[in-house]
């Protein structure tokens, strides 16, 4: 079992800027690859970006090239989501998720562990 932790959500005016964290725990050996997804109220849920486990591999969503960075803290088991130029359309829950499965991972029945998200809200 991975738990996974996310923080750093919150209110943030058009324009301005964010950093979520994801803490992993547990069986982190098995863990090749994390990812972030939103929910969107009565949206389905969305790739928003794709990290490998050494950080070698990254992939980002078209609706956040340019503007999200995901990063990965080696010092610890901890996955970073950098959001700049945020927009009322990135408005969602962010959820983090863990895969011990190989190749970038878009979809949601890619990861094996995801967390209980974290609200992010940008005023219109």
């Known amino acids: 079992q991975v738990q996974l932790v996310e923080s750093g959500g919150g209110l943030v005016q058009a324009g301005g800027s964010l950093r979520l964290s994801c803490a992993a725990s547990?069986?982190?050996?098995?863990?090749?690859?994390m990812g972030w997804f939103r929910q969107a109220p009565g949206k389905e849920r969305e790739f928003v970006a794709f990290?490998?486990?050494?950080?070698?591999?990254?992939d980002y969503a078209d609706s956040v090239k340019g503007r999200f960075t995901i990063s990965r803290d080696h010092t610890k088991d901890t996955v970073h989501l950098q959001m700049n130029s945020l927009k009322p359309e990135d408005t969602a829950v962010y959820y983090c998720a863990a895969s011990s499965h190989g190749g970038v991972q878009r979809s949601l029945t890619g990861y094996n562990y995801w967390g209980q998200g974290t609200q992010v809200t940008v005023p219109s």
């Open positions: 990290i490998s486990w050494n950080g070698g591999i990254t």
């Open positions: 547990g069986r982190t050996r098995s863990t090749v690859a």
